[in-house]
């Protein structure tokens, strides 16, 4: 059992930068993979970054491709996602979620709100 615990949402203005934290407890195995995905109001959740726990590997939605940057700090069991310069458009509830490379998403942490203001 995982349990996911985002931090770092909140306001701020367009070309601003926020880092988003998620916090994992229990086992993290190195097949895991680590995702974060956002829903913004009346739109379905949609990827947004992932990473993967063993090597590092990770892989962007285009519209956030040299924006965002996901990390992972392995000591920490700790996954970030830093956005820079970010829209009136990035505006969601940020979710973490983690699962088995090649599988879907079992583990989904709370959400934490950004809003972007133009």
């Known amino acids: 059992q995982v349990q996911l615990v985002e931090s770092g949402g909140g306001l701020v203005q367009a070309g601003g930068s926020l880092r988003l934290s998620c916090a994992a407890s229990?086992?993290?195995?190195?097949?895991?993979?680590l995702g974060w995905f956002r829903q913004a109001p009346g739109k379905e959740r949609e990827f947004v970054a992932k990473?993967?726990?063993?090597?590092?590997?990770?892989a962007y939605k285009d519209s956030v491709k040299g924006r965002f940057t996901v990390s992972r700090d392995n000591a920490e069991n700790t996954v970030y996602l830093q956005m820079n310069s970010l829209k009136p458009e990035d505006t969601a509830v940020y979710y973490c979620?983690?699962?088995?490379?090649?599988?879907?998403?079992?583990?989904w942490g709370q959400g934490t709100q950004v809003t972007v203001s133009s």
């Open positions: 990473i993967i726990w063993s090597d590092g590997y990770t």
């Open positions: 229990g086992r993290i195995f190195s097949t895991y993979v």
């Open positions: 979620a983690a699962g088995r490379f090649g599988q879907r998403y079992d583990y």
